[in-house]
């Protein structure tokens, strides 16, 4: 039998043949042209520019293919020394290949480029020029602008940068406009070795504007060191780390609406008005030891992270600092931070996590409303304006330690209920009024469960008594310290010890001196039981009278032995009859409490004890 193999291998290598033959006859026109300079469009730009200062290229040159000239070609015709007396030219849809080395280029006129393709490096770098627009425009490689000088304004709306752009030292008289520029660059430059980011704006001065509006940087980039005088941000996205370290801008800042998809830094940056209303914030930010010379307006800003906290520690705020309707689900750190103003609200109910306040000074309003905090802390804040609390729930930690206020409004507050998670030992405030009724029974006796709902602090209800004392209520101010020593005994003192035992004791018969009444109760009490023992005179027995029978009397011999220190001349008259002698030991017990009971009640009417 015959073996089909060799038949069916000859099939398959003819099969392979007939398709390496249909490949190799594509045809060589469908694989892309490597675009050459045009002599014909060069030789008419010179031409064209002799004669005027404009040059539109698509009219003379249709095809696309037909108007691109060579990076070379462009340095010499802005060297040309047959054009520097003008004042300015213009260049339309020109695409140039190859880099453009225009390092150190000194220009007198303006330039101005439309609709240009830019295929190699274009390096601006060092050059000194009056005007340079580049608008709605594509560069495709690095662009390098450091150190360039330029008298009036650079223009770069509508611009797309397929890598990086740099910026290092340049200095712009006028404005940096580069509303809506796309920089797409991910990767630093190897020909730049002063660089670290993908895109830089460091250490330059705009004189005037700087607008990135609608702008889109997708790596990462940085604005260290730069000194603008105002610069907006509007709707910008930054796709990574943003670093805004030591930034100064002198009168404006935008951010409104902008985004961040890395860490965006602002360390150290010293601003005029400033805000990121609307912005959004999907990584670490740091606003840390910042200096605010106005309004620092972060409204409406989402902070996403959910564990790293927005740290805005140590910053100076000239004005107000405003964070109404934010989402911050990890925290908010303002601590060490001096404002004028502070105002935070919750954008909906989900929990901030961390609010720190702590030694924070803040000179005006402060306000927080409609929030959920899972832990507030403010020990040794400072608050010389009004603090207004209004809807707010802190729900594990409440630290307000040796917090100090002048006005306290509070309108709604729910806190810890583990009272150890509510410390108010050492705060202070000149005026407190809840549910914005002024002082009322209703009030202080709000302000007092407050204080017993807290972790204990003698501070706390001594710094109520002598505000209520200083609005002339006394009266409530002794049930503050009532209530004080009450927590004392059930908090501080040890169960069934001698101080516990004597806190009650007090308590019971003068009210730690607070109700001093009550002494002349129980004493009322214990002549009473006296009178009732020895209530008949067949009960007594007559010691040394004359000869002129006493008539007795139960409530006054009782009276004298209660109070032996003074001379009745009643209790030495009588003796309690010897048969009953459980009568006549109670007689010394009887005077006994006498001797301790009658001091305690002078004292409390005496306002000493308590």
Do not use: C
Request: no cysteine; proline share 4%.
């Amino acid at each position: 039998m015959q073996n089909p193999f060799p038949k069916k291998l000859i099939h398959l290598s003819a099969l392979f043949a007939i398709l390496l033959s249909l490949f190799l006859a594509a045809p060589v026109s469908a694989q892309e042209e490597e675009l050459q300079p045009n002599p014909l469009a060069e030789q008419y730009i010179l031409e064209t520019l002799a004669a005027q200062n404009h040059v539109i290229l698509d009219q003379q040159f249709p095809n696309e293919k037909d108007r691109v000239i060579g990076g070379q070609f462009f340095v010499n015709l802005l060297r040309n020394p047959d054009f520097q007396d003008k004042q300015w030219i213009t260049l339309r849809f020109v695409t140039i290949v190859g880099n453009v080395e225009a390092y150190n280029l000194q220009l007198p006129f303006d330039v101005f480029l439309y609709n240009i393709e830019f295929k190699g490096e274009v390096n601006f770098g060092g050059s000194n020029i009056q005007r340079l627009r580049i608008k709605d425009s594509v560069f495709e490689k690095f662009v390098y602008f450091d150190q360039i000088v330029i008298g009036k304004s650079l223009e770069l709306q509508g611009t797309s940068f397929g890598q990086g752009v740099y910026f290092k030292g340049a200095q712009i008289a006028g404005d940096l406009l580069m509303n809506n520029a796309q920089i797409m660059g991910k990767e630093r430059s190897e020909e730049a070795l002063y660089t670290t980011h993908p895109s830089e704006f460091w250490e330059m001065i705009v004189g005037q504007h700087f607008v990135l509006d609608g702008a889109f940087i997708e790596g990462e980039t940085t604005f260290a060191r730069s000194t603008f005088q105002i610069a907006s941000f509007k709707g910008t996205k930054f796709g990574s780390r943003a670093d805004f370290t030591k930034l100064e801008v002198e009168r404006e800042l935008v951010f409104d609406n902008a985004s961040f998809g890395g860490e965006a830094v602002f360390a150290q940056v010293n601003f005029g008005d400033s805000s990121f209303a609307g912005a959004s914030f999907l990584d670490f930010v740091t606003f840390e030891e910042s200096v605010i010379a106005g309004d620092l307006n972060l409204s409406g800003v989402s902070f996403q992270s959910a564990d790293k906290i927005a740290n805005l520690k140590r910053i100076t705020v000239g004005e107000s600092l405003f964070l109404n309707s934010i989402f911050a689900p990890a925290g908010l750190d303002i601590s060490q931070s001096e404002l004028d103003d502070l105002f935070i609200s919750a954008a909906d109910k989900t929990p901030i996590a961390i609010l720190d306040l702590t030694q924070a000074e803040i000179a005006r309003q402060f306000e927080i409303k409609s929030a959920n905090i899972n832990s507030l802390r403010a020990d040794g804040i400072s608050n010389e304006g009004t603090l207004t609390l209004e809807n707010v729930s802190v729900d594990k930690t409440l630290a307000l330690k040796n917090a100090k206020f002048n006005l306290m409004v509070i309108i709604g507050l729910n806190w810890p209920q583990e009272p150890s998670a509510f410390n108010m030992r050492g705060m202070s405030y000149a005026d407190i009024d809840i549910g914005e009724q002024g002082l009322t029974e209703e009030t202080w006796q709000g302000l007092l469960y407050l204080i017993e709902n807290s972790a204990y602090s003698p501070q706390a209800y001594q710094t109520l008594m002598e505000f209520l004392t200083n609005k002339g209520h006394p009266d409530w101010a002794q049930e503050v310290h009532l209530a004080m020593k009450r927590r004392e005994r059930n908090t501080a003192l040890e169960p069934f010890s001698t101080d516990w035992f004597w806190s009650w004791f007090l308590d019971i018969f003068t009210g730690y001196g607070d109700r001093p009444a009550l002494a002349f109760v129980w004493s009322a009490m214990v002549v009473a039981t006296g009178a009732w023992i020895y209530r008949k005179e067949e009960f007594m027995i007559p010691v040394d009278q004359d000869e002129v029978k006493l008539r007795y009397s139960p409530v006054l011999y009782s009276f004298a032995l209660f109070i032996p220190y003074i001379d009745l001349e009643v209790a030495s008259k009588w003796e309690p009859n010897p048969e009953r002698a459980w009568a006549n030991n109670y007689k010394y017990f009887h005077k006994i409490l006498g001797w301790i009971l009658m001091p305690i009640a002078l004292l409390a009417f005496g306002g000493v004890l308590g």
